[in-house]
């Protein structure tokens, strides 16, 4: 049986300021958004609170929105994902819902 400490009370996470922890979040979620495979997250930004990452930028597809996120949630200490990633058709297409 393994034991498990509640975040409040863990005495190694109390002495990191939390301004850190929210640092440290977003660079991990950052690092793997850029590792992912898919050139188009790299352009996506994060930022931190209390262990909630938030995400911005523009992407082509739902899927690609779909996927930073969950990159994002992957990260060990994240919350939760605030996904406020815009999807905007790429350059000199149309979207099908423009088309007369």
Same mark, same amino acid.
């Given at each position: 049986?393994? @034991?498990?400490v509640h975040p409040a009370c863990d005495r190694e996470s109390a002495l990191v300021p939390a301004? *850190?922890? #929210?640092?440290?979040?977003v660079r #991990? @979620?950052?690092a793997r958004l850029r590792c992912s495979g898919y050139? @188009?997250?790299? #352009? +996506? *930004?994060? #930022?931190?609170h209390e262990g909630w +990452?938030?995400?911005?930028?523009?992407?082509?597809s739902h899927y690609l929105k =779909? +996927?930073? =996120?969950?990159?994002a949630a992957e990260v060990e200490g994240v919350s939760?994902?605030?996904?406020l990633i815009r999807v905007v058709a790429p350059a000199g297409r149309a979207r099908p819902w423009d088309r007369t």
């Open positions: 049986m393994t @034991a498990s301004a *850190s922890r #929210d640092a440290d979040l #991990d @979620a950052e050139r @188009a997250l790299h #352009d +996506v *930004s994060c #930022d931190g +990452v938030r995400l911005g930028g523009r992407l082509p =779909q +996927v930073a =996120q969950a990159l939760g994902v605030i996904n």
